[in-house]
């Protein structure tokens, strides 16, 4: 009876000694911060409000910006207006899609941004339907309360937004090392302007270190590509010579548009 009650007893501490390992273990994963090595809020609005104030094309809207990290977590969400009424209120769940879209279908060796999808979804695409396959979750993007959006509180920050866009707007995140942490989107303008914001903002985050893209220009690889023949470009739905091919926007001229994604900074190496 004594060595079974030894036995049993010994039996216990181990239970409660491997009980005690993993509650140690869970409880340290949920200590870590998922948006660590991101910018913060505040950075994030500083870096959009200079981005956003240059000469981007489009029609000189105000703007949402949106970091999700690397899992699609929100990070955080700003405007660049005086109050969220100043820019469209739609498109703050789209600077979130954009975010989502890019960090989902970017690598560690290869960025797409949401600007090179555009032509392989249209009908008769080789991803046509992909921005159909992971609806943004609207339970996330719409709770309140609304005086809370594009602050530090915003209701999204936390959350995973999902959602797919495949217009300009949305960039992969890679830091110094060439890591991919995350994504930023922009929306708030005309989907062009959209991605010059978009890319002078990560510039100004310092998170522009692109290890490799599809648009053919080094310096420039996961940049929006204008390739659209005149009369296809004219339909929205033409081919792209390179297959990752962006219509010009509304708002400005195409040798505007043209001009200004070539002046944008080139990528850190």
């Not at 911060?33 to 240059?54: E, N, V, W």
């Not at 033409?238 to 001229?253: E, I, L």
Request: aromatic share 8%; with cysteine; proline share 6%.
């Amino acid at each position: 009876m004594t060595k079974i009650i030894k036995i049993t007893k010994i039996a216990l501490l181990l239970v409660s000694g491997v009980t005690t390992s993993m509650a140690v273990s869970t409880n340290s994963y949920a200590d870590q911060d998922p948006c660590s090595g991101l910018p913060s809020y505040t950075a994030l609005k500083s870096a959009l409000i200079k981005a956003r104030d240059q000469n981007n094309g489009g029609f000189n809207l105000d703007m949402w910006g949106t970091i999700v990290n690397r899992d699609g977590v929100v990070c955080a969400v700003a405007f660049t207006g005086q109050d969220r009424g100043d820019q469209w209120p739609g498109s703050r769940v789209i600077s979130a899609q954009k975010a989502n879209t890019a960090n989902a279908f970017s690598l560690p060796h290869l960025a797409l941004s949401t600007a090179n999808l555009y032509t392989a979804v249209q009908p008769g695409g080789s991803l046509y339907g992909l921005q159909a396959s992971n609806p943004v979750d609207t339970k996330a993007a719409y709770q309140g309360p609304s005086e809370n959006y594009g602050q530090s509180n915003d209701p999204l920050v936390d959350n995973k937004i999902g959602g797919v866009n495949i217009f300009g707007g949305g960039l992969a995140l890679y830091n110094k090392h060439k890591e991919i942490i995350g994504a930023v989107g922009v929306s708030g303008d005309s989907s062009c302007a959209d991605h010059n914001i978009a890319w002078r903002t990560r510039y100004n985050l310092n998170l522009d270190y692109v290890p490799g893209g599809v648009s053919g220009d080094a310096t420039h690889p996961d940049s929006i590509v204008y390739d659209y023949s005149a009369e296809s470009a004219s339909l929205m739905t033409g081919a792209s010579a390179s297959g990752w091919g962006h219509p010009y926007c509304p708002g400005s001229t195409p040798a505007t548009l043209s001009a200004i994604a070539a002046s944008l900074p080139p990528i850190k190496k």
